[in-house]
């Protein structure tokens, strides 16, 4: 199932990673990282059904509005991220019980075509990698745009927008980011 885990629902987008983080012969090892903290918000499963249901309905019957789903557990809300459509909102209401509480997130851009436009960036790594530029993860934000990790986005932006001309291009690293809107190129 695509839905988004618990983490990711609430606090980032979801990201592919392309570099396996392994470490430069010599280097120290770093010490062992606490077991998370998972927490079993009593919503949760039936949110998650909730959000599956959207996500299918969104993917087979409506990919031209289709951006995304996450659940907020706090709320007790599936959030929706779709670009404004009455037939998707429509068949959202009918898929789920009338006692879901849905938040609906404007979006620019669908699903489909930010993952299509996010392939093109990956099918690009090695083309990237031979002008020096690692990407470090490649993925979407809903709706909005494709996300592209580098170690430099400053530096990188000139290169990788002129390479994607017209696409809504989001660099970033370490949470610092870019937003190129597909009009800067």
Not at 9 to 16: F, R, S, T
Not at 51 to 67: C, I, K, L, S, T
């Amino acid at each position: 199932m695509k839905v988004r885990t618990l983490l990711l629902a609430l606090a980032a987008p979801a990201v592919v990673a392309l570099t396996t983080g392994a470490q430069p012969a010599g280097a120290q090892p770093v010490a062992e990282l606490p077991e998370p903290v998972i927490i079993d918000w009593p919503t949760q499963d039936k949110l998650l059904d909730w959000a599956a249901a959207v996500e299918r309905e969104g993917q087979q019957n409506h990919p031209e509005a289709y951006a995304g789903v996450a659940i907020d557990p706090i709320l007790g809300t599936v959030i929706v991220h779709r670009v404004p459509s009455t037939g998707f909102d429509d068949a959202v209401r009918r898929v789920l019980p009338p006692s879901a509480a849905v938040r609906y997130v404007d979006a620019v851009y669908p699903e489909r075509e930010l993952a299509a436009w996010a392939a093109g960036v990956v099918a690009d790594t090695d083309y990237w990698r031979e002008r020096g530029v690692e990407l470090n993860l490649v993925g979407s934000v809903p709706g909005q745009c494709v996300l592209v990790g580098t170690e430099e986005p400053a530096r990188d932006v000139a290169p990788i927008s002129a390479r994607y001309p017209g696409w809504p291009l989001c660099l970033e690293h370490d949470g610092g980011a870019v937003l190129l809107t597909g009009d800067e190129a």
